[in-house]
């Protein structure tokens, strides 16, 4: 592999850890981006000359600030206020401030709870994490919040200009305070999770780097904070991906959960998860994230739908509302399930959500309702951005095509 397709590859596996580590060291989101792609171009160069470094990421990290004090230090003829930032910046580095005392082992998580401050609304402490921790893009995150990506962006650009006018700082919050800010870092880590296990575009069903990323931060949480809630978010992703293999055939086509075949799961991950369900159930003090892996965990759709009808108190978000309404169709029949949808749908909350519709276009399918179907898959046709759910969808529209409801 030559030395651009080596920096391209950890750029991609890499690059949000060092810019969560440069955020931490140069205190600014925009001036540690600007640092971090400095330091990608000056690897293209000095690694096909010098080679690989053995440590790439400390590389990224020390040339990404060394960068960013050459900056300054330029711009500082123009700017006298600069000059005082470089020779902050070149303190810190010569006190070596990439040793790590605190609490929270890894930058990313630390970015987190840092971005998760208080001082923003909860929306905005979300879409700043996934755009700016996770590397989400503004339409990804937009879809995540089934809402528009330029107003998805300027809540972004408000976060940011929240946290330097109000010169919130770049460091983790005393343990008394971390778990006020874990509701917002546990939905961070399970809209990253979900953007992993069914990507919201492109050409494959799943990004096995976002979804492992959100596994692994999760790990870390429960190490930090092992709450009922952080353990019930990491049951519930474990619970998940140990379907993942099954979840598309050998030419990449969705498979559904009735028609998975079962040896492909993977029983020691979902072992795992079963154990810390049993583990957050018990503590009496769950909420929806423990619910849910409840749901995943279960075998029967008595218990699924008796589930969901605790988690619709605990979250009465309509995406709830649907899943319940599909587990209700499998427990007392299709009539039943789409009678709930259409409720939802009716509600125009789910407008523009392709699951609902797809969601309805099976049910009406089962129900031989033979053009409803075909107008719900359509509907969720023009929405769908995935190549894989596409193909599911078209290739649905093509057996009521030629046989009918089956």
């Not at 700043?128 to 300027?154: D, H, K, M, Y």
């Not at 050409?203 to 904070?225: C, F, H, K, T």
Request: glycine content about 4%; proline content about 3%.
């Amino acid at each position: 592999m030559d030395a651009r397709a080596t920096v391209d590859e950890i750029y991609r596996r890499e690059s949000r850890r060092v810019l969560a580590t440069l955020i931490r060291l140069l205190g600014d989101f925009d001036r540690a981006e600007e640092a971090m792609h400095d330091a990608f171009v000056a690897a293209v160069e000095q690694w096909a000359r010098d080679g690989v470094p053995a440590n790439p990421r400390a590389w990224l990290v020390s040339t990404g600030r060394f960068k960013a004090i050459d900056t300054a230090r330029r711009r500082a003829r123009f700017d006298r206020s600069l000059a005082a930032l470089a020779r902050e910046l070149e303190d810190a580095a010569a006190a070596d401030p990439i040793a790590e005392t605190d609490d929270v082992e890894d930058d990313r998580l630390r970015l987190i709870f840092t971005c998760c401050h208080p001082a923003l609304k909860a929306d905005a402490q979300v879409a700043l994490t996934l755009r700016e921790v996770c590397g989400l893009t503004t339409e990804e995150i937009s879809r995540a919040f089934l809402s528009s990506a330029p107003t998805i962006a300027q809540r972004i650009v408000r976060a940011k200009a929240k946290i330097r006018d109000a010169k919130i700082p770049y460091q983790v919050p005393a343990r008394s305070e971390l778990i006020d800010r874990l509701d917002s870092v546990l939905r961070v880590i399970y809209l990253v999770f979900n953007e992993g296990y069914s990507a919201s575009e492109g050409d494959s069903l799943v990004r096995g780097d976002l979804s492992g990323e959100a596994i692994r931060l999760g790990r870390l949480l429960v190490e930090l904070l092992p709450e009922p809630e952080a353990l019930g978010l990491l049951a519930l992703m474990l619970l998940h991906e140990s379907r993942r293999d099954a979840r598309t055939g050998q030419d990449g086509a969705i498979v559904l959960l009735a028609d998975q075949d079962r040896s492909r799961w993977n029983r020691a991950v979902i072992s795992e998860g079963a154990e810390l369900v049993e583990r957050a159930i018990t503590s009496r003090r769950f909420g929806p994230y423990t619910l849910q892996a409840a749901t995943a965990a279960a075998t029967d759709w008595p218990q699924i739908v008796a589930l969901y009808d605790v988690l619709l108190r605990a979250d009465g978000s309509a995406v709830v509302a649907l899943n319940r309404a599909v587990a209700m169709a499998m427990r007392d029949g299709p009539a039943a399930g789409l009678a709930l949808i259409d409720e939802i749908l009716a509600r125009g909350e789910l407008a523009d959500y392709q699951f609902a519709h797809a969601a309805r276009a099976d049910l009406c399918r089962r129900l031989r309702r033979i053009d409803d179907a075909r107008a719900s898959y359509m509907r969720a046709l023009e929405l769908v951005k995935q190549e894989p759910e596409r193909r599911f969808l078209e290739r649905r529209l093509d057996e009521l095509s030629t046989s009918g409801a089956r």
